[in-house]
């Protein structure tokens, strides 16, 4: 099994900053990606950002310019530093991963999610 363990929302004034971290444990072969979603009250879960084992990188167009998504592959942890917060960013945020148990079986995990709530 994989278990995400994140850390770092809390609340935050319009304009401040936070950085959110997730990291990954347990037995598995490989991941592949690691990301992050959020869901705001009333409305569906939409990602944030992800970064690939190879290298990509993708952003919601929403956070492009303010936010940034890490790897430390030794770590098995992600990270997100988000800079310029609004309003409109506040909502749980949830770390996910995804990769292979082994060669035959892949996961796909979720963390529980951590609250940004940032005040105007």
């Known amino acids: 099994q994989v278990q995400l363990v994140e850390s770092g929302g809390g609340l935050v004034q319009a304009g401040g900053s936070l950085r959110l971290s997730c990291a990954a444990s347990?037995?598995?072969?490989?991941?592949?990606?690691m990301g992050w979603y959020r869901q705001a009250l009333g409305k569906q879960r939409e990602l944030v950002a992800t970064a690939i084992s190879d290298g990509r990188i993708n952003y919601a167009d929403s956070v492009k310019g303010r936010f940034t998504v890490s790897r430390d592959n030794a770590k098995n942890t992600v990270y997100l530093q988000m800079n310029d917060l609004k309003p409109e960013d506040t909502a749980v945020y949830s770390c996910?991963?995804?990769?292979?148990?082994?060669?035959?079986?892949?996961?796909?995990?979720w963390g529980q999610g951590t609250q940004v709530t940032v005040s105007s």
């Open positions: 996910n991963a995804r990769g292979r148990l082994s060669i035959w079986s892949q996961f796909d995990t």
């Open positions: 347990g037995t598995f072969f490989s991941i592949n990606a």
